[in-house]
């Protein structure tokens, strides 16, 4: 996942999540399925495990801004983890 997403990369999230949509229309293939072959499978998961107390507190609070800045957070700590387990330098 880059640091900064600019708008043409939500609108391709955007487009990978519809399509993980519309998988689950076709019998036999998976919405989970389609996010591995776009390539999202692994930042979903993180995602998910993400959400704890702490942020849907604030997201049914309305301090929206906060929960995602704190995902955001969490997802480049996990990814910068990933990286270095990977011998890569930042």
Not at 57 to 62: D, V, W
């Amino acid at each position: 996942m880059p640091n900064k997403r600019n708008l043409k990369d939500y609108g391709f999230l955007v487009l990978k999540g519809m399509g993980m949509g519309a998988a689950d229309v076709v019998p036999g293939v998976s919405g989970g399925t389609i996010a591995f072959i776009v390539g999202i499978y692994e930042e979903l998961i993180d995602s998910i495990k993400s959400i704890n107390g702490t942020t849907l507190k604030q997201l049914f609070t309305g301090k929206i801004a906060a929960s995602r800045k704190f995902k955001t957070t969490k997802a480049n700590k996990i990814n910068e983890k990933r990286l270095q387990q990977k011998g890569a330098t930042l």
